[in-house]
């Protein structure tokens, strides 16, 4: 697969998904099931399960404006350090959450990724 291909799921990734919040974009950009490792543990979900997830996360930091801090994107990976800020719509608050995300990329979509995030600390 040659990079370009893993720089459009990055900038549907963060563009599509994270700040416009269209979920379906996942159809085409993750692998069915889908694995992600976070702080609390590893899943392993069909995608219709991990959009349930994000649309739960996106009540904690609604409609996001992210700001990709460093990136390196080859054919099989792509690392992310991000900052995004939004409204926590349950506390009506903003909030920033700071990100380091590793994806793995085979046959053109996400397989597998690796989070790491901190809440209202900035990079």
Do not use: C, N
Request: net charge negative; hydrophobic share 40%.
């Amino acid at each position: 697969m040659k990079v370009d291909v893993a720089e459009e799921i990055a900038r549907r990734w963060w563009e599509d998904v994270w700040e416009l919040g269209d979920f379906d974009a996942l159809d085409d950009l993750l692998t069915d099931p889908f694995t992600r490792h976070t702080s609390a543990g590893t899943i392993v979900a069909p995608v219709a399960d991990y959009k349930h997830v994000l649309r739960s996360v996106q009540r904690s930091i609604h409609r996001p404006h992210t700001t990709i801090d460093d990136r390196h994107i080859d054919p099989t990976r792509i690392w992310t350090r991000a900052t995004s800020r939004g409204l926590d719509l349950d506390s009506g608050r903003q909030v920033i959450l700071s990100w380091l995300l590793v994806q793995r990329i085979a046959d053109g979509r996400i397989p597998e990724q690796w989070v790491l995030t901190a809440r209202d600390i900035e990079w």
